[in-house]
Structures are given as structure tokens and as C-alpha cells.
């Protein structure tokens, strides 16, 4: 019961977050497109929560952010909400297996994430239509999650490294 | 999926199974019902967030366009402050040449109904008369240069006295080098500039334009441009040939420049003795030449 109630006090805390997410990946995320490819920045926030609190903070902020996404597209309602949460449950279990303190391997992990999301939302869509949800995939969804990959953990490390050094 | 080894992951295991489950029903089910309260609940739920990023946007742009205006502000106050030194500047200049602020122009439209030739030149008549403000000694012009000035009038008719006419005479200056004479008319060898030494800047293609001089045109009416130049006969001036900028073959539409008030403006400056004006009207009607 305790790890419930934990996890309740910590859902309007990850729903705040998730909403902020939500902001920077409509606004920032479109400022940020290169030839048309955004980074994920709420599928980075909900991997990265999920690594610091485990699967279970992982799947219910997973849930709540895809709920939130399905809101704005409401044509599927609960797709994003499945996929984040299958999202932050899995990556919630990986937080025990690798070194998340590197650039690297935060940057590996968001990569297989963010592809993982991407291949999953296009086969869910697909409706049939495999061969142009491949080409999707390809021509969109890996150039994102390579992005979103390369763009957050140098955020997240370099740039305050970067600060302190300064300081 | 992995294998849930302590409590916490058996919970995460059983709130994530009915989560992705129902939410996958969801999509694959697409209900119109929750698709409306998702779509109310984001819209409820983002409008704190929406609110301050539009109010982000709407700072930004606002302290950009601050920082715009405040160069304007910056620029225009520098070209005020050279427009006020330069006008002072104007204003002493004239002050030491003796200007005196120079009237506004009116020009009254006008064309040309028909053509007049004697021994001494030609004359036009033109649509326009007493009765449109125009007044003897009128200059008239065409939107290439000088055409004459008004010699005779009625009520709404002129008579113009080209620039060629043996009678008429301009103050005129070469507009490069500023030396001055007079443009003389003559009805077989065309405009002429003429009392100017031979040893004055002219060369062949300068502009000729009005000096202003003696107050029968005003200043800066293109005359025409110096054709040829040569000695007069003793050597001591120079042979000034004109060519025309208005030539009088190709005169159509002219203007009439009158003073703002004619009555008690240039009138008087322009005012020439006025020959008879009777046959005016008659000479149109009969096209004979009017004494």
C-alpha cells in the first residue's frame, strides 16, 4: 500500500511534468525540427522518469503523458497512452541493468526508446498498409529517435558541464 | 516482458497490464465518447501551460519589437537632428544669397487649338483664359521644357508666344557652370543664348535653363540644350545655338503657371504690355494670323 500511495503523490507531480513535456514538445520540439524531424521530448522525459522512479512511476507517467497526447489527436484515443506506458514500464525494468550516468548509454537507451515508440505507433496505424509504414518508419521515425537520442543527453550533461565550467 | 521479482514490480506489472489493455482496447475500438472527454480534458488540462507559452511567445516577440522600435527611435532622432542642422544650414544660405521663400507653383492645364506664323515667329492659342487665372505674361510649358509666355487673352482663350518669336527674350543660364545670358528667338535660325564672353564655360550638350532674372519666368524651366557653338561677329561673345527642349511641331498638351493669388502674386512680375485682345476668338474661328 505504501508504494501506492507513493506512486499517487508522485502522479500529480509526473502529470505537471508530463503536461510541461507535452508544452515543450508542441512549441520547442517544433522549433527544433531539422528538415522536418522533431525529437520525442515527452517519450524522453517519461524514459527518464522511468529510469530515476522505476515501472511502476514509468508506466503510470507513461499512461498519463500518451493520455495527454491522445487528447490533442483525439482519432486514437489511448494509443499514445498504451505505447508510453509499454514505454516507461519496459525502460522502468532497464535502469537496473546499465549505466545510466554516461552520455552514452542514456543517449543508447533513449535511441532504443524512441524507435521502439515509433515502430509501435506506425505498426498500430498501419492498418494493412505495411510497406508505407516501413518507409515511415525509416524515413521518419529512426531520423527522430536518432535525434531525440543525440539532442537529450546533451542537454542533459554537456550543457550543464558546460555551465559549471564557465562558473 | 521481464519477470517481476519484488512487490514493487508485481505492482508495476499489475497497474500497467489493465492500463495498456483498456488503452489499447481504446485505439483499436475508437469510441467517439472518450475521444470527446480526452480531447476536453487536454484542452482543460494544457490551458495553464498553453497560457504561459503564449504569453512566453507574445514577451518575446514584444521585447524584439521593443528593441526594434528603440533603434528607430535612435535612427530617426539622428535624422532629425541632421534635418534640423541641414534646414538651419538652408535657411542661412538663403539668407545670404538673399532668397526669398519661393512661391507654390500652380499649373492650369491647357492644349494647343491652334498655330499662328508671321515674319516674327510663331504664337499658339491655347483653352485657357482670364477666366482660369491665367494673366499676361503667363509663363506656359510643356513636360519637356519652356513652350513661351501669354501675350494676349479672353475670357478662356490665350495667345502664346513661343520661345522662338522674334519679341521674346529669357534670362537663361547654363545650369553646369552658371554662366548667364539671354535666350533670343529667331524664326529662321531657331533659340539662341546670347551676351556671353567668349571665354565663359559652355560646351556643346549643357542644359540651359531659366535664371529667374528679371521676374518674367521663374527659376529652373528647362529652356533646351546647346546645340553648336561659335563666335559672334567681332569675336568678343559667344555664338550660343539652342536646341529646343519644347520643340513648337510637337506641342499638344502645355500648362499655364499662374501665381497662387494671380491677382497680387508673380501677375505683377509677368505683367507685359497687353496688345488687343478682339480678334482672338475671331482668328480660331477663321485660322488668320492675329496682329
Known amino acids: ?12 507531480m509526473f502529470v505537471g511534468l508530463a503536461a510541461l513535456g507535452f508544452v515543450l514538445q508542441t512549441d520547442l520540439a517544433a522549433r527544433m525540427s531539422i528538415l522536418g524531424v522533431r525529437p520525442d521530448l515527452v517519450l524522453a522525459a517519461v ?4 529510469r530515476r522512479r522505476g515501472p511502476l512511476v514509468g508506466t503510470v507517467v507513461g499512461f498519463c503523458a500518451g493520455l495527454m497526447q491522445d487528447g490533442l489527436t483525439p482519432d486514437r484515443v489511448g494509443l499514445h497512452a498504451a505505447l508510453l506506458a509499454t514505454v516507461g514500464y519496459l525502460f522502468g525494468h532497464l535502469r537496473v541493468s546499465l549505466l545510466w550516468e554516461t552520455a552514452l548509454a542514456s543517449g543508447v537507451i533513449l535511441f532504443l526508446a524512441a524507435a521502439l515508440h ?10 494493412g498498409r505495411w510497406l508505407a509504414a516501413g518507409g515511415s518508419f525509416l524515413a521518419t521515425g529512426l531520423p527522430s529517435a536518432l535525434y531525440t537520442a543525440v539532442l537529450v543527453p546533451l542537454v542533459l550533461y554537456a550543457v550543464p558541464r558546460l555551465v559549471r565550467g564557465r562558473a | 516482458m521481464p519477470e517481476p521479482h519484488s512487490d514493487s514490480q ?10 495498456a489493455l483498456a488503452s489499447l482496447l481504446l485505439a483499436l475500438l475508437r469510441p467517439e465518447a472518450p475521444a470527446r472527454w480526452a480531447a476536453r480534458g487536454a484542452a482543460a488540462l494544457y490551458w495553464p501551460f498553453r497560457a504561459v507559452s503564449v504569453g512566453a511567445q507574445q514577451l518575446t516577440s514584444l521585447l524584439v519589437e521593443r528593441e526594434e522600435l528603440q533603434t528607430q527611435a535612435r535612427e530617426l532622432a539622428r535624422a532629425r537632428m541632421l534635418l534640423a542642422e541641414l534646414r538651419g544650414e538652408n535657411q542661412e544660405l538663403r539668407e545670404q544669397l538673399r532668397f526669398a521663400q519661393r512661391d507654390t507653383l500652380h499649373l492650369v492645364p491647357a492644349w494647343v487649338l491652334a498655330k499662328q506664323g508671321d515674319r516674327l515667329g510663331q504664337r499658339v492659342l491655347i483653352n485657357r483664359g482670364v477666366l482660369d487665372g491665367v494673366r499676361p505674361g503667363s509663363p506656359v510649358i510643356s513636360r519637356d521644357g519652356l513652350v513661351g509666355r501669354v501675350d494676349a487673352l479672353e475670357a478662356h482663350l490665350a495667345r502664346v508666344r513661343l520661345l522662338a518669336h522674334r519679341a521674346s527674350a529669357v534670362s537663361a543660364r547654363v545650369e553646369r ?13 531657331g533659340l539662341r543664348l546670347r551676351f556671353v564672353p567668349s571665354s565663359a564655360d559652355v560646351r556643346v550638350g549643357d542644359e540651359i535653363v531659366t535664371s529667374g532674372l528679371g521676374g518674367g519666368f521663374p527659376e529652373g524651366l528647362r529652356v533646351g540644350r546647346v546645340r553648336a557653338l561659335g563666335l559672334e561677329q567681332g569675336g568678343l561673345l559667344r555664338r550660343i545655338d539652342i536646341e529646343p527642349a519644347a520643340p513648337p511641331e510637337h506641342l499638344e498638351d502645355v500648362f499655364v503657371l499662374v501665381a497662387p493669388d494671380s491677382s497680387t502674386g508673380w501677375g505683377f512680375l509677368w505683367a507685359v504690355p497687353q496688345p488687343p485682345t478682339d480678334s482672338l476668338a475671331e482668328s480660331v474661328r477663321t485660322d488668320r494670323p492675329v496682329p
Open chain 1, 47 to 50: 524514459v527518464l522518469l522511468a
Open chain 2, 10 to 19: 508485481r505492482l508495476a506489472l499489475a497497474v500497467y497490464v489493465p492500463l
Open chain 1, 118 to 127: 515509433e515502430l509501435l505507433l506506425r505498426v498500430l496505424l498501419a492498418d
Open chain 1, 1 to 12: 500500500m505504501n508504494a501506492l500511495w507513493a506512486a499517487l503523490q508522485a502522479l500529480w
Open chain 2, 177 to 189: 557652370s552658371r554662366v548667364e545670358g539671354i535666350v533670343e528667338g529667331d524664326p529662321l535660325e
